[in-house]
């Protein structure tokens, strides 16, 4: 099967081709963008400027004239249909329906789709990475929605992606968690507490290392213990982590998140040899001088940076990761450019050849614009809040299926176990699409009722879309794949439309390898979803004379929708 390659850049490369061919003494890549649809679906925007910079030289006496030279010089292709030239020199080329029917037939309905060949990378995605003996919080589950759809998208390209979570399972607020569970829960290690008692334990454990000097220098030698590898200290990390792993894993197994677990504490024994090598007790970098980055801690220690510092190093050297992203809010945009920094100096990091992103996010706010929290101003739990997603997804279904059966045509969830797994599926969706849709560096609003509107850019609209689609296929009683891909002969507009937005679906793909913003995604299904009613609309499915095309037409959204789906880490449902 033929893989998808972007339309626009094929549409690019016959124009550079007619640019160096009328222009062969002016070196110029072609500028396409989409069109306005009026004319066509793309445009060349090079004429004007060629006419002014070179208009004379080459005796052309408008931005048209040039125009017409570059429309004579297109080379002959099956993707072109009409082409048009404007007075002020655009270029403009409707991608021909003969093109569209067959590269639909050959690429979106045979098997799986599959993107463009390009050169396989080794990536390291840094994401979720919560912290031990805390709950892990709203920005956490952005980190880890986020993180996961981006691994998805490059695994779907090709790359040998490895998902890391980067727990802060390390550092001095161990020795005062192991010391001051000692005093209060000393039974710990039999009997093991819930994640927010550890929370709780971690916030008096701060209280006392603060105020008692005997309780912190005790607290210090436990960390000196576990360091050593002290039998004692070493098992009640472990059990303070287990703790902490069994609720993080919760909130993995209902995202369906596939993440390796490598935390701070496995860097902590490359750092001292890796600080020796560096030469430095502490690296300024160019771009930002006023903070060092701290390789070695004032007291001595080693901490977060030194950690990154050694994490890196790996990834980029011991790994040989040719691109490392992290996924992390904005607030730790700097300290991450400072730790690029560093491993360009020390020629870890040698751009074009790798390439290092930190894809920082935005804040989630109440409606009050503040961080969210709970009504009674607590931090927000995850489970709580995907329960709660779920119930309301569960209410609104249940209402479709009272109003479905009202008006006596099929219910189509008909048992509560159904309902109950659509909810599921639904609710959960439903957040992680309102999280990826909205300019990843923005902070947004958190809102229920927009997260889960049937009719608005929401998960729940996507999944009516699909299930219309399996409804529509149901009720024609045949079975898509039996019918020849040759039947798909795109006519009607509407129909042209549909499969044009459909063989967009890979320039969407390369838009977020070029500034990981998933939100090229989401808005591209809103539009394919929307495109898909206007043809509904306009074009009957069943018992027309075109019903093979429509139907062949209604798989290929289908099965972009599905790899869409599956990218954003949802299931689809055939029927709500
Ligand atoms: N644990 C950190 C936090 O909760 C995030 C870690 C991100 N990854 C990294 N390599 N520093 O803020």
Request: include cysteine.
């Amino acid at each position: 099967m033929a893989p998808l390659a972007s339309v626009q850049g094929q549409v690019t490369a016959l124009f550079t081709k007619a640019l160096k061919d009328a222009f062969p003494s002016i070196q110029q890549d072609a500028l396409v963008t989409k069109g306005n649809p009026k004319y066509g679906d793309y445009q060349c925007n090079n004429a004007m400027m060629i006419f002014k910079e070179h208009g004379a030289g080459l005796g052309f006496d408008s931005p048209l004239k040039v125009a017409e030279a570059i429309r004579d010089s297109l080379p002959p292709s099956k993707l072109l249909g009409d082409i048009s030239v404007a007075p002020q020199g655009f270029v403009t080329v409707r991608v021909s329906p003969e093109w569209l029917s067959s590269k639909v037939g050959e690429c979106l309905l045979k098997g799986d789709i599959s993107y463009l060949d390009l050169p396989r990378k080794r990536v390291v995605v840094d994401y979720s990475s919560p912290n031990i003996a805390k709950e892990m919080h709203v920005g956490h589950l952005r980190s880890t929605i986020i993180g996961e759809s981006v691994r998805r998208v490059l695994e779907f390209c090709g790359h040998e992606v490895h998902g890391l979570n980067h727990v802060g399972d390390w550092g001095t607020q161990f020795g005062m968690l192991i010391e001051y569970m000692k005093e209060a829960y000393p039974n710990f290690q039999d009997q093991l507490p819930e994640v927010h008692d550890l929370q709780e334990f971690y916030k008096a454990s701060k209280k006392r290392f603060d105020e008692d000097a005997d309780f912190k220098t005790r607290a210090q030698l436990a960390v000196v213990d576990l360091q050593a590898g002290g039998e004692f200290a070493r098992s009640a990390w472990q059990k303070i982590c287990e703790v902490s792993r069994l609720s993080f894993n919760r909130i993995y197994q209902r995202l369906n998140i596939s993440i390796e677990e490598r935390g701070e504490s496995f860097y902590n024994s490359m750092i001292p040899p890796l600080v020796e090598e560096l030469k430095a007790m502490c690296i300024f970098t160019p771009n930002i001088s006023t903070i060092p980055l701290m390789a070695v801690k004032s007291d001595g220690g080693f901490g977060y940076d030194s950690t990154d510092l050694a994490a890196i190093y790996r990834r980029l050297f011991v790994m040989r990761a040719d691109w490392v992203i992290y996924v992390t809010d904005l607030g730790q945009e700097q300290h991450f450019h400072m730790i690029f920094d560093a491993a360009k100096q020390a020629g870890w990091h040698r751009p074009p050849l790798t390439r290092c992103d930190h894809m920082g996010f935005g804040v989630v706010q109440g409606e009050d614009k503040k961080k969210f929290k709970t009504r009674s101003g607590e931090t927000v739990k995850l489970g709580d809040l995907l329960d709660e997603a779920v119930q309301r997804a569960a209410l609104e279904i249940s209402k479709r299926v009272e109003e479905q059966s009202k008006d006596g045509g099929e219910a189509f969830l008909s048992n509560p176990e159904e309902q109950m797994d659509a909810a599921q599926k639904i609710g959960i969706a439903a957040v992680r699409y309102f999280d990826m849709k909205q300019n990843r560096t923005s902070n947004y609003v958190f809102n229920w009722d927009r997260m889960l509107d049937a009719k608005g850019n929401s998960a729940v609209f996507l999944f009516y879309a699909y299930a219309r689609i399996r409804s529509i296929q149901r009720k024609a009683g045949i079975d898509v794949h039996s019918i020849p891909s040759n039947c798909l002969q795109v006519k009607h507009p509407a129909e042209r439309d549909l499969a044009l937005k459909l063989l967009q679906f890979p320039d969407v793909i390369e838009a977020i390898l070029g500034d990981l913003h998933l939100h090229h995604l989401t808005d591209y299904l809103w539009e394919l979803c929307n495109t898909l009613t206007g043809f509904y609309m306009k074009c009957k499915v069943l018992g027309e004379e075109a019903q093979s095309c429509r139907l062949l037409l209604c798989e290929a959204t289908r099965k972009v929708l599905l790899k869409s789906f599956q990218l954003l880490g949802f299931t689809p449902l055939d029927k709500i």
